[in-house]
């Protein structure tokens, strides 16, 4: 090569700068080296964050990987080699995530999404152990890359954070299923921590223990019943002799239609219990419905009555002219809604207005119907 | 072993087996435990968890000053 021939023009290295930085200079840095207004990438970043999510990923992933203006390495430095490595592990993560989509769909039926969203909390937690594990170090490591420290204790709360999480829902399901058990389990926890507030180990358990406790104590309190499954059941029995003596549901949504019954005069027992959810039970018109329930946190709506707080105990005994039909209703829910009517009742998420509304819902009583077989109401709380 | 203990997470264990009898019992069936009676246990647990957490960090900044 002649010295006459013009040099190749080399693209600056890819760093996040100081300057004209908003968060973690990613975006400005990006903006440096492709030329480009940064404010390019910022809308790009957060549209991909609302729409996806991808975008908090992309931003957390360049955050690691490029190291700061003045700084010689990344907060995660990956040597050349290493990068088949990573991408080997993206793709395992991939495949985890495909095979637990099918794995939830196959064991939580139509509650998969909880299974979904217990995994990616799983992955979110061992990523930022991963990370804080590797930012730890001497002091001095820290200044080479100046916001090293920062990132390391980011990764530390986010981990401490989903651990507490993953423990407040493991205490939630072990107290819904045997409340003896998490019961016994909180009491070893506490013997553990008073044993290691000698040691020097022990501030770390503070947080996961305590939510462990604090969701077996919620759950014990509402009377939550976690046993008959999760996701959502509906029931539609044509005659007295398809239904059942009882109804239950661990978690999720409960719908018993027994408008197409023609029920006989006389008295007909029914029970129905559901742990945390949404229970609608759809009766006919004709029929008087006494209703007894208790619901542990949430609401009770039984077609002209309504009402809803904690330790809700429910006692709806109207009178009804001889041989009218009479459902005799028993209702247990841990945490949610027992609702009584008398016509097809919309989703409690639609009615709270997904994540706008507020817990409760804006259920009218007249939105429920009318108990109209029965003398008078005698509902008593 | 450390001769102080860690007051925040001493109180916290105090705290859980407390707590832990009571969910024990109402577990058995001996007593009925609602929101009624959990809700102030609960927040009269935390309030005391951030007590000892504060007083202890006041202490610590105490003895190194």
Redesign the interface.
């Known amino acids: 090569m002649s010295s006459a021939e013009p040099e190749p023009t080399r693209r600056s290295r890819l760093i996040r700068t100081r300057r004209g930085r908003l968060i973690g200079g990613v975006c400005s840095g990006l903006g440096a080296h492709f030329d480009v207004d940064p404010i390019l990438f910022r809308i790009a970043f957060v549209g991909l964050a609302i729409f996806s999510g991808v975008g908090i990923a992309l931003y957390v992933a360049f955050l690691l990987l490029t190291p700061e203006e003045g700084a010689s390495r990344a907060p995660i430095h990956l040597r050349r080699s290493a990068w088949r490595s990573v991408f080997g592990v993206v793709v395992v993560i991939v495949a985890v995530g495909i095979a637990l989509h099918a794995a939830s769909h196959a064991g939580l039926g139509s509650g998969w999404r909880f299974g979904v969203g217990l995994g990616w909390l799983v992955l979110v937690g061992s990523v930022a152990t991963l990370v804080w594990w590797r930012s730890r170090g001497p002091a001095e490591r820290w200044r080479v890359s100046g916001d090293r420290r920062l990132l390391g204790l980011l990764a530390l709360g986010t981990a401490l954070v989903v651990e507490a999480i993953l423990l407040a829902v493991a205490g939630a399901w072990l107290a819904g299923i045997d409340?003896?058990v998490?019961?016994?389990?909180?009491?070893?926890?506490?013997?553990?921590?008073?044993?290691?507030?000698?040691?020097?180990w022990?501030?770390r358990?503070?947080l996961p223990?305590?939510a462990f406790?604090?969701a077996?104590?919620?759950i014990?309190?509402?009377?939550v019943d976690l046993h008959g499954g999760m996701g959502e059941r509906a029931y539609r029995p044509q005659t007295l002799s398809e239904v059942r003596d009882g109804y239950r549901l661990g978690a999720g949504r409960l719908e018993i239609d027994l408008r197409g019954i023609a029920f006989p005069p006389g008295s007909t027992k029914l029970h129905v219990r559901l742990g945390i959810g949404e229970l609608v039970v759809l009766v006919p018109r004709g029929v008087c419905v006494e209703t007894g329930a208790r619901v542990?946190?949430g609401y009770v709506g039984s077609l002209e009555d309504r009402d809803g707080g904690?330790?809700v105990d429910w006692s709806e005994r109207p009178s009804s002219p001889a041989n009218t039909p009479r459902l005799v209703l028993e209702g247990r829910v841990g945490l949610g809604a027992l609702l009584v009517a008398d016509h097809p009742v919309e989703r409690a998420w639609n009615r709270w207005g997904g994540w706008g509304g507020g817990f409760g819902g804006h259920v009218h009583p007249n939105d429920l119907g009318t108990n109209e077989a029965c003398d008078a109401t005698g509902v008593s709380r | 072993m450390k001769g102080a203990p860690n007051v925040t997470a001493l109180v916290t264990g105090i705290a859980l087996l407390v707590l832990g009898v009571l969910l024990v019992l109402a577990a058995d069936g001996s007593i009925d435990l609602g929101f009624a009676y959990t809700a102030p246990v609960l927040v009269g647990a935390l309030g005391a968890i951030l007590l000892a957490g504060g007083l202890a960090s006041r202490g610590h900044r105490r003895g190194r000053g």
Do not use: C, P
Request: charged share 10%; no cysteine; hydrophobic share 70%.
């Open positions: 409340g003896r998490a019961a016994w389990a909180v009491v070893g926890l506490g013997a553990v921590l008073v044993a290691a507030s000698f040691t020097g022990a501030r358990l503070v223990a305590a406790a604090l077996v104590a919620v014990a309190a509402a009377h542990g946190g904690f330790d």
